[in-house]
């Protein structure tokens, strides 16, 4: 009987909106870390909670909040960014198990460049967010460069995931 809505506005914040299938607003608020700079989040709704996956443009970050927005599981990064990495692309999934979360891991070409070499990752989490794996799926997209503002952004076209089943 409702939605909801993960949104990182211009001021890099994260917001969570629930709307009624009517549209009204039943919820706007501000969550996270505030002194994080929120990129490109994905949410899915756990039964209980909402699960959030998003990028702090260097760092994968997971936390689950109840409907009020109040943290169930604060703010945590995820392991296996390499050193001058960046993330971007989230998609997150709830499974019987916890969570899958699929995101874009970026690798400079060489230390100092722009230009990044991008391939995606998975984590999967128990139901209490315990990071359980993570691995490169080995999928190497095109390189993208964040020199000016010619490749922002453009990483979000290039995939998504859908969970088959219960596998």
């Not at 969570?16 to 607003?25: D, E, K, M, N, P």
């Not at 945590?76 to 499974?95: E, H, M, Q, S």
Request: glycine content about 10%; proline content about 7%.
């Amino acid at each position: 009987d409702e939605f909801g809505v993960i949104y990182s506005p211009l001021d890099n914040s994260l917001r969570l909106y629930r709307f009624s299938l009517a549209g009204s607003t039943l919820l706007d608020r501000t969550i996270g870390n505030p002194a994080s700079a929120y990129y490109e989040p994905s949410l899915c709704w756990d039964g209980a909670n909402y699960a959030i996956a998003s990028s702090t443009i260097t760092q994968a970050e997971f936390m689950t909040v109840d409907e009020a927005g109040d943290p169930v599981v604060p703010p945590t990064g995820l392991p296996g960014i390499p050193f001058g990495g960046r993330t971007a692309a989230f998609r997150i999934r709830c499974t019987a198990a916890g969570y899958s979360i699929f995101g874009l891991v970026l690798t400079p070409s060489v230390p100092g460049s722009s230009l990044y070499y991008t391939g995606v990752h998975l984590w999967t989490l128990s139901a209490a967010g315990v990071v359980q794996s993570h691995v490169d799926l080995n999928l190497q997209l095109a390189p993208i460069s964040y020199v000016g503002t010619a490749g922002v952004g453009t990483e979000k076209e290039y995939y998504d995931v859908a969970i088959a089943g219960n596998r």
